[in-house]
């Protein structure tokens, strides 16, 4: 018994070690916000994803790619869950192009909710030359790509300033308080007001940030919701079995005159 | 042993067995004495074994959706989290699975060092052992590289270019690594051929690592051979089984919270930026089972000599067998060698802490300290110590106190805790 103890001691120790050493290696305090997809039973805000989608279809579209996602997507369980007429209409107003026909010419047409997110560029080399030469990343993973995740994202969307006296900024390069080396080449993305939300909740830079960052942390895990609902599942299951079989263990080491 | 005279009860089971005797086996395996007094550090043999086969069966699954080749390879692994049905589950089990595989691995080896099981005669489980171990390291390396991630791509091309020490052959050794003059798509489509078939090798050895161990038969906390069977062992099954059984669920229970909760944990969120020849991360640093390795690396001026001492000192845990002098296996009966484990415990954990840090000021005086002391315990306190080292009464059974009065061993490790 005492050596259970010790162990399952052991066990627990190691997490809080791994996740401690792991964690807090970036200490810059970066702004966060109550996410409603953090924690063991974490799910998205259904209306901060729809909203989400909207900030990012037009604000950051016109510059983010988004390549792995699918306008059908928009309307998978534990996505934004657009109704699929909303989705093919989402998709409708977009251009793609097909082909080759039986004439072997190829064509545009309206794109279907199988289509992936049409993109801004044609390529990394167009989209760095109209950026400044900055690249702007594809941000269907981009939560998961960046030390600090949703916090990240949403720091840097609201860190910019004024940068401090002294300091000289090139021509195209903001200050932003949150990345790295305080330069970056986009400029400040979300002013107060700059959509207007279906839903009718007031479009601050704060609210549009805290729905885009959501949005953003869905499509780099769209299955979120299922992995938190499998795992309480699994490890309920887990905790039962293992009682039962720590009892007929006992019961099995009974007779012999050991201790286990 | 028992089992030879074993006769299956069917007609049809003896004409089986009179021809391939895999019914004997299993009952080999069923009455196979244990000892008794096996405490959960033991349990981790089965635990390796079902991580193994998780890997090996989550990995040929996702080899089916996975695509080795440089402009597809990101996108097929995107493809596995999105649109493969629970295709995320599987991904996390294999990548978080590698990291549980290590977990139990070093529990494992460090048991083994506790309680002496290298020595006579398992020198021959524990060589093999380290084998598995080295090809595990390799097999996870290789791995690690297939997402094609920024992490992927710059870990690849630091370790690989390692080999550019070797004095004169250098260079092309790295160019014949690479299949070309950089880590590239030959590079990726090799690893995963590798990737995909050193599993099996570890699979055969850990086959042999079980039938070695079923010479001798298992050692135990006190060190002691034993007679078998007596009143000192039990059957393997069910005694064992069962008690395997219960610390896998509980190992499996920290496995389900990485997975379904934090499954990017212990990687690296550059590995989810697609792989750019053209941009190198701000710090390069291999998964955290590697990190104690890396920082023996990196603590050495000298590329050649950092990359000989980081062989080193794996090699030198395959001869450790022949350092380590003392004839008493256990460190319950050797107070001074009890000590000197827990400091080499945390010299290898502050060597790991130290790989993960820039190789720079404090940090790397602290990783040259410990690499120092990693050597020095082996190749010097291990062999003068197990001359000298005053040990403590040895009992000659499990059941049996060392004297008539004195308390038996169970009791011993209660009072020093």
Redesign the interface.
């Known amino acids: 018994m ?3 103890i ?3 001691y052991f ?1 627990f120790l ?2 809080i070690l ?2 401690q ?3 807090a290696e970036d200490k810059k305090q970066l702004l966060t916000n109550n996410w409603s997809f953090k924690g ?1 039973f974490g799910k998205f805000d259904r209306s901060a994803l729809q909203r989400g989608y909207q900030v990012y279809a037009e604000v950051c579209a016109s510059c983010h790619s988004m390549k ?1 996602l699918s306008y059908r ?1 928009l309307a998978e369980k534990g996505g934004p869950e657009f109704s699929k007429d909303q989705a093919k209409a989402i998709a409708s107003n977009f251009e793609v192009t097909d082909g080759p026909n039986d004439d072997g010419d190829m064509f545009t047409r309206q794109a279907k909710l199988s289509d992936k997110f049409v993109q801004p560029y044609r390529n990394d080399k167009e989209a760095i030359a109209s950026n400044g030469g900055a690249y702007p ?1 594809d941000m ?2 981009l939560v ?4 600090g ?1 949703a916090d990240y994202i949403y720091s840097v969307l609201l860190g910019y300033e004024d940068p401090p006296s002294g300091t000289t900024l090139d021509d195209g390069v903001y200050y932003n308080k949150f990345i ?1 080396g305080n330069n970056i080449k986009m400029p400040k993305p979300l002013m107060d007001g700059q959509v207007e939300y279906n839903d009718g909740t007031e479009a601050t830079e704060e609210q549009m940030a805290k729905d885009v960052v959501t949005f953003l942390a869905w499509s ?1 895990e ?2 979120l919701e299922a ?2 609902k ?3 599942r ?2 309920i299951y ?2 039962i ?2 009682i039962l ?2 009892f ?2 006992k019961k ?2 009974s007779r ?1 005159e ?3 | 042993m028992s089992d030879h005279n074993y006769v299956p009860s069917s007609k049809l089971g003896k004409w089986f067995n009179d021809r391939l005797p895999l019914l004997s086996l299993s009952a080999h395996l069923r009455e196979y004495p244990t000892p ?2 096996l ?2 550090w033991w349990t981790f043999g089965g635990i390796l074994t079902f991580c193994l086969i998780t890997q090996i069966i989550t990995g040929i699954i996702l080899g089916m959706h996975y695509v080795a080749h440089v402009d597809f390879a990101f ?1 097929s692994v ?1 493809h596995i ?2 649109d493969v049905n629970y295709g ?2 599987i991904r ?1 089990v294999h990548a978080n699975g590698a990291s549980m595989f290590f ?1 139990a691995v070093y529990i494992h080896i460090f048991r083994a060092l506790y309680y002496g099981s290298y020595k006579s005669p398992r020198e021959i489980i524990w060589i093999i052992g380290m084998i598995i171990y080295l090809l595990m390291m390799m097999t996870a390396f290789m791995g690690y590289v297939l997402p094609w991630g920024q992490m992927s791509f710059w870990g690849a091309t630091v370790i690989t270019s390692l080999f550019s020490a070797i004095p004169m052959f250098g260079e092309s050794v790295t160019n014949w690594l690479w299949g070309g003059f950089a880590v590239g798509n030959p590079t990726l489509t090799r690893f995963f051929s590798l990737h995909y078939l050193l599993p099996f090798l570890i699979l055969g050895l850990v086959i042999l690592h079980i039938w070695a161990l079923h010479v001798p038969g298992n050692n135990n906390p006190i060190g002691i051979e034993l007679k078998k069977p007596s009143k000192d062992t ?1 059957p393997f099954h ?2 064992i089984v ?2 395997d ?3 896998l ?6 496995f ?2 990485f ?8 990687g690296h ?2 590995n ?2 697609e792989a750019n020849p053209m941009i190198t991360p ?1 710090h390069i640093v291999p998964e ?1 089972y590697l990190l104690p390795f890396y920082a023996i690396l990196r603590s050495v001026p000298d590329k050649l000599l950092g990359v000989v001492a980081m062989f080193a000192s794996i090699f030198i845990l395959v001869i450790l067998p022949w350092l380590d002098t003392s004839k008493i296996r256990s460190a319950i009966f050797r107070p001074i060698y009890k000590q000197l484990y827990w400091i080499l415990v945390l010299d290898v954990i502050i060597l790991g ?1 130290m790989g ?1 840090m820039p190789a720079e000021g404090t940090y790397l005086l602290i990783a040259r300290l410990a690499t120092t002391y990693y050597f020095v315990h082996f190749l010097i306190i291990l062999p003068i110590l197990g001359k000298k080292e005053k040990t403590l009464p040895v009992p000659p059974s499990i059941t049996e106190p060392v004297l008539a009065d004195a308390p038996n061993p ?1 009791m011993f490790k ?1 009072q020093e ?1």
């Open positions: 005492k050596n259970l010790k162990l399952i066990i190691s997490i791994f996740s050493c792991l964690l063991y792995y997507n990343p269907s993973v998961k790509a960046r030390k995740g790295y780099a769209p299955h992995r938190h499998i795992g309480f699994a490890i887990l905790i079995i293992t079989v720590y007929s263990m099995i080491w012999v050991s201790e286990i | 008794k007094n405490n959960y996108d995107e989290m999105r995320w589950l996390y977990l039990v069910p005694y069962i008690k059984l219960f610390a669920l509980l190992f499996l229970i920290v389900a919270f997975v379904f909760y934090s499954p990017n944990i212990l969120s550059d989810y930026i701000a955290w802490y993960a169970q209660k805790e």
